[in-house]
């Protein structure tokens, strides 16, 4: 089986609200479509999501690295040799994690179909069919906030929420969080995510007041450069700290796992430079003993999949995964290989990532270049 077709398509969705975070608000979602096709008639989807000012890359230049660069690097190759696969993306450019992690996705896609497994089995299989799901707070005000988690609480949708702070004054963000843990009371889990929003100062007198408060993880409270205030707010506080921002390659997990720089990864399909990557991070977590949490860039129906079926093989996922991306996106291209149920999301059976495009709506959803 060769490769002998790869297609990117720019795509912008609605969100059901705008989403706050420290670094950016999203009122819709710039994501990138990628379809493969093989001399076998076999085709694979991938999908980059990426959060403006999460990290360096853009969606377009993203585009551009996969349709210059990677694409002709993979004409020919058998999209069921993974090694190949990533060994000819690496020799044709170093980095660039989000564009071979999105064609790395559409490979397992396309091998597993060939195969007729889906692509947890591909990995080794899964050792869970459910995790539980989080939801991601992102009014920036407490009182909707509130409203939307009591909301979810009632549906039975989501039981872990994490609030978004990091932005504005510090001592804002510490009265929302604890104003939404307390309205939401101890059966429910309240984590915050800064997205490296503090210095160091600002991260010790928030986290001060977190942990006693009740809030159960801090994740990224300062710039992923910092590795040596992570692990000096690792070790002077009892709440767990997770590095996200900060952890994307195999180097950087080592670094972390070396210095006990976290107590947690975030991880991630597209910052880690596609699922078999993401592996190798969790792998250097679990010999060190750092604990996982299955992280989103709110991938839509593809990515979800995608990072499902991975998170789906992990020995461990003590913080459950936030996979919301299509709960938050008003519409889709494709629809998810998941459903939500019971605070948790299930995995459906899949070939491949389960996933099929509705080519009217990625017409529709469609952004010139
Ligand atoms: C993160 O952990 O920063 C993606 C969506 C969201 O709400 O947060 C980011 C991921
Ligand atoms: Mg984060």
Known sequence: MKIERIVTTRIALPLRRPHRLAMATLTDHDMLIVQLFTDEGIAGLGEVSIIPHYGAETPGAIQHIIDACLVPALMGADPRNLMQVHARMDAAIMGNAYAKAALEMACLDCAGRALGVSVATLLGGAVRKRMPALWV????EAQRDIEEARSLLDSRS???FLVKVGKGEPAENVRRALDIKQALGDQVSVRVDANQGWDEATASWCI?????????????????????AMQRLAARFTVPIMADEAVCTLQDAMAFAGEAAADAFSIKVSKHGGLMRARQVAT????????????????GGIGTSACAQLFATLPSLAWGCQLFGPRLLKDDVACAAVSYDAFDLVLGDSVGLGVEIDPDKLRFYQVPR
């Open 208 to 228: 001060e007041r977190l942990e006693a408060g009740g809030i159960d993880a801090v994740e990224q409270p300062v710039p992923a450069w910092n590795r040596a």
């Open 137 to 140: 707070l992102g009014h920036g």
């Open 284 to 299: 250097v977590a679990e010999a060190a003993g750092i604990s996982l949490f299955g992280g989103t860039m709110l991938e």
């Open 158 to 160: 989501h039981r872990l």
